[in-house]
């Protein structure tokens, strides 16, 4: 009986879950941790790189808004997912894009910062649909978003030590091996990662007849109904014009914050990596406290906690313009992208029951705008007005959507009505 029970599943980490979610998880696990050292380097590090290497402000500007770009074409690569593994479409992307970093630490030149990034953030893109859909396949729903969690966790907790050493080891070697290693070490966590096992059921074959006896034309009313649906929601049509106008400001002043940190304040790689440390230690912190809130009040109370910390944040480099302000702005910075990222989907959760996929491809879509957007017209804005002013402009735009979503909800019409 004992033999028996094994087979049929196990008990760790407090769950009740089959050998092979044990096994996957474990994976998954294993493959976050070694992410991490290209987590930091890529996404932290690799725009103070590119100024010190002589990017101008408009690269500053196209390093920034790279991300965003890349992902305007997601939806165009998840149709040719369809009900297809998508191992695939994650493994060989994100093979060919992290190993592509350690070109950039063998020519070291503006232009190799730019171009690198675009191509990255192109095929992280191709990926960035299929990867949901893998996790899907490897994780149960009843388990789903506790072990996705654990893992989160853990790797942030990890990013910690590693961002001060990858700022003290850059201080002294310099740029070439920690991209290199870094390229490394994110490619042989692609490999990791994608041992898992889709153990889970695939969608079911009816869901794929449907979408292919809808006439050609459906697509433009599916596009209308989206919009309509936004029209006839106030709570959710507030919260996209709140997440559009704050998520502008904080993308706004994004690169600003680094050649403001780099050229002004002269920061060494040391210290820009106690920032990065300040940063995750406040987004993990965040991701406890505003999980209670959600849970305790409201997801609103969660979002307007994040967009007062985006808002905030340029405001420090106004007010006080020091090392220490660049260190508060960080620890807001780390508030705000909790709340971006619990927050929101709590919040979508809410308001559109059942129609949540549309409502977050909305609100996806919208982040592609304004992220191609507003780094590009405030690197370029440099040449014309000072930092200062861009920081006011991005505290501003910020206050529009903290304003937006401090509105009170508005109660439901009685039935007479």
Not at 38 to 58: D, E, K, L, T
Not at 239 to 266: D, E, M, R, S, W
């Amino acid at each position: 009986m004992q033999q028996e029970l094994s087979e049929e599943g196990i008990f760790r980490i407090g769950m009740f879950m089959r050998m092979e979610t044990w096994r996957n998880f474990r994976i998954d696990f294993s493959g976050s941790i070694l992410y991490a050292l290209f987590n930091v380097v890529f996404n932290q590090f690799y725009v103070p790189m590119a100024i010190r290497h002589g990017a101008s402000n408009v690269d500053v500007g196209l390093l920034t808004a790279a991300p965003a770009i890349g992902m305007l074409l997601s939806p165009l690569w998840a149709s040719f997912i369809g009900t297809k593994s998508p191992k695939p479409y994650v493994l060989w992307p994100l093979t060919v894009a992290r190993l592509s970093l350690a070109v950039v630490g063998f020519v070291l030149t503006p232009w190799m910062f730019v171009a690198m990034s675009f191509f990255i953030n192109f095929l992280n893109g191709v990926q960035a649909p299929a990867y949901p859909a893998l996790l899907s396949r490897i994780y149960p729903p009843t388990l789903r978003g506790r072990l996705m969690g654990y893992v989160r966790v853990a790797q942030g907790f990890l990013l910690i030590p590693i961002a001060y050493v990858i700022g003290r080891w850059i201080e002294i070697s310099g740029d070439r091996w920690p991209l290199v290693i870094a390229a490394i070490t994110g490619t042989i966590s692609v490999i990791v990662f994608c041992r898992v096992r889709e153990v889970e059921v695939a969608p079911q074959p009816e869901q794929t007849i449907t979408v292919e006896v809808t006439p050609p034309s459906t697509w433009k009313t599916n596009i209308r109904n989206q919009w309509l649906m936004v029209k006839n929601n106030r709570a959710l049509a507030v919260f996209l014009v709140a997440t559009t106008a704050t998520g502008f400001g904080n993308l706004l002043a994004g690169p600003i914050y680094q050649i403001y940190q780099v050229h002004l304040l002269n920061l060494n790689s040391g210290q820009l990596g106690v920032t990065r440390v300040l940063y995750y230690i406040s987004l993990l912190i965040a991701y406890f406290l505003l999980g209670w809130v959600i849970d305790k009040f409201s997801p609103k109370r969660a979002m307007i906690i994040g967009i007062a910390g985006y808002t905030l944040s340029p405001l420090l480099y106004i007010l006080l313009g020091t090392y220490g302000g660049v260190m508060i702005s960080y620890l807001l910075l780390g508030i705000g992208d909790a709340a971006w990222d619990i927050g929101c989907m709590a919040y979508i959760f809410k308001v559109t029951p059942g129609k949540e996929a549309t409502a977050f491809g909305l609100h996806y879509l919208l982040f592609g705008i304004r992220g191609s957007i507003a780094p590009i017209v405030s690197t370029a804005a440099t040449h014309v007005v000072s930092l200062q002013t861009i920081f006011l402009a991005s505290t501003l735009i910020g206050a529009i959507g903290l304003a937006l979503i401090l509105l009170p909800d508005r109660k439901k019409a009685s039935p007479s009505t």
